[in-house]
T-cell receptor, first 112, second 115 residues
Framework: GEDVEQSLFLSVREGDSSVINCTYT??????LYWYKQEPGAGLQLLTY?????DMKQDQRLTVLLNKKDKHLSLRIADTQTGDSAIYFC????????????FGTGTQLKVEL | EAGVTQFPSHSVIEKGQTVTLRCDPI?????LYWYRRVMGKEIKFLLH????????ESGMPNNRFLAERTGGTYSTLKVQPAELEDSGVYFC?????????????FGPGTRLLVL
């Protein structure tokens, strides 16, 4: 079955790096995504990684995928107060149609 | 280009009443999805339309929920009668049919509170 887990909270100081972790159970995942939700807003796609990749970098964002351990992480370099939001990881599995399976979301709080 | 819009942004109703949520996808997007996040939990898939056809409705919780997409443009999700456990945020998303990899664009959600 599909199950995606994340820790609920993360607090960092401005300028530090943030690492948000996610584990999933479906080994047939094709794409894994990171979405950001700011207060009162919808989900904004940040980045995605194909399951045959180990790493993807996009400006301040680095995604690492350990397919053996079914572990996905999102690293935000030089975290800013504007990065405060809820971050959701999501997977799209082979044979699951187009639906995304989301984690519970990690609330990132950036302190001055 | 306008994004996915949802109406209303908030709805407070009493148990047993009916509520209809509306989603307008991005123009030209054939795929339309409904998802729901119950307080503090994960976002769960409800159903997927391709144009006006239901492609996957495996996530619909029960027959109190009815989704339609007549004409293949906007969609409605009706809850009748509403129960307390239906409270949560209902998200709509849309994507292009042949986008690779598929990117689902989400609306701001409708926050439903059933008292």
């Amino acid at each position: 079955g599909e199950d995606v887990e994340q820790s609920l909270f993360l607090s960092v100081r401005e300028g530090d790096s943030s690492v948000i972790n996610c584990t999933y159970t479906d080994s047939s995942s094709t794409y894994l995504y990171w979405y950001k939700q700011e207060p009162g807003a919808g989900l904004q796609l940040l980045t995605y990684i194909f399951s045959n990749m180990d790493m993807k970098q996009d400006q301040r964002l680095t995604v690492l995928l350990n397919k053996k351990d079914k572990h996905l992480s999102l690293r935000i370099a030089d975290t800013q107060t504007g990065d405060s939001a809820i971050y959701f990881c999501a997977e799209r599995a082979t044979g699951g149609g187009n639906k995304l399976t989301f984690g519970t979301g990690t609330q990132l709080k950036v302190e001055l | 280009e306008a994004g996915v819009t949802q109406f209303p942004s908030h709805s407070v109703i009493e148990k047993g009443q009916t509520v209809t949520l509306r989603c307008d996808p991005i123009s030209g997007h054939d795929n339309l999805y409904w998802y729901r996040r119950v307080m503090g939990k994960e976002i769960k898939f409800l159903l997927h339309f391709v144009k006006e056809s239901k492609q996957d409705e495996s996530g619909m919780p029960n027959n109190r929920f009815l989704a339609e997409r007549t004409g293949g443009t906007y969609s409605t999700l009706k809850v009748q009668p509403a129960e307390l456990e239906d409270s949560g945020v209902y998200f709509c998303a849309s994507s292009q049919q042949w986008d690779y990899p598929e990117t689902q664009y989400f609306g701001p959600g409708t926050r439903l509170l059933v008292l």
